[in-house]
C-alpha cells in the first residue's frame, strides 16, 4: 500500500498554505502546500461522562435519574445521520435496558515492532 501512496499520515503542523504530515508506519515526513485542510480523525468513542456518572448511581433515586446510558458518538462514532438516529431511538425505549450491540468492527493498523 505504501507504494500505491496510499499511507495513513499526521499531521504534524498546518500553517496558512502548507500541512507537516509523518507517514503513520515510517514516520517519514513531508510537506504538502494546500489551501485547505480537512481532517479525518479516528472516531474513537468518548463515553467518559456516562461512565462517571453511572459511578454515581447511589446519587441517582435522589436526583430523580433512573438510568444513564451513554448514546450517539459517545457510544459509537459515525455519521451524523446515525447519532441523530441513535438519540432518537433512545428517547424512545427511554429507561428500559440498553440491548444495543455494536454491530461493525473498526479495524485499528499498526505495524508489529521490529
Not at 95 to 100: I, L
Amino acid at each position: 500500500m505504501l507504494d500505491a501512496d496510499a499511507a495513513a499520515e499526521t499531521v504534524l503542523e498546518a500553517d496558512a498554505g502548507a500541512v507537516q504530515l509523518a507517514c503513520a508506519y515510517t514516520e517519514r515526513q513531508q510537506e504538502l502546500a494546500c489551501d485547505a485542510l480537512v481532517l479525518v480523525t479516528a472516531r474513537d468513542p468518548d463515553d467518559s461522562l456516562a461512565v462517571e456518572l453511572a459511578g454515581r448511581s447511589a446519587e441517582w433515586e435522589a436526583a430523580g435519574v433512573r438510568s444513564v446510558q451513554a448514546v450517539g458518538d459517545a457510544w459509537a462514532p459515525a455519521t451524523i445521520a446515525a447519532a441523530v438516529w441513535d438519540g432518537r431511538r433512545y428517547a424512545e425505549t427511554l429507561d428500559q435496558p440498553d440491548q444495543r450491540e455494536v454491530t461493525f468492527l473498526r479495524e485499528i493498523v499498526q505495524l508489529a515492532d521490529a
